[in-house]
């Protein structure tokens, strides 16, 4: 399962990749995205200053099992450049939790229902 706070610093589309990837594969995952939360499933948040890596968002690196990096799309990408485009100066902030046992009751239902 992956939990996404639809207010988040962090963006879906990597998340729809990856979800799409593991049904390719035919693991069973569900994207759930939760309304009015933010990274830290917090209805307080906003988008601050800090650092995240979440600039690649429509291209994310993944990283190879030799250890290589590469973007979504299959392109090489080094370390350097991959600082450069997919770290941001964006950060989450607001921390009060108030939808974290929402995003508990979605988890624990969800292998509830597929782990029979």
Known sequence: MIIK??????????????????????????????????????????????????????????????????LYSGARIYIKEAKRKCITSESGKGKNRKKLNEAVNLTIAFFKKNLN
């Open 5 to 70: 706070g639809e207010e988040s610093h962090y963006y879906i589309e990597p998340c729809k990749i990856l979800e799409k990837e593991l049904l390719k594969k035919g693991n069973k995952v569900k994207l759930v995205n939760i309304p009015q939360a933010n990274h830290f499933f917090s209805t307080n948040g906003e988008i601050g200053k800090g650092v995240a890596v979440n600039g690649c968002r429509h291209d994310p690196i993944v990283r190879m099992s030799d250890g290589k990096l590469r």
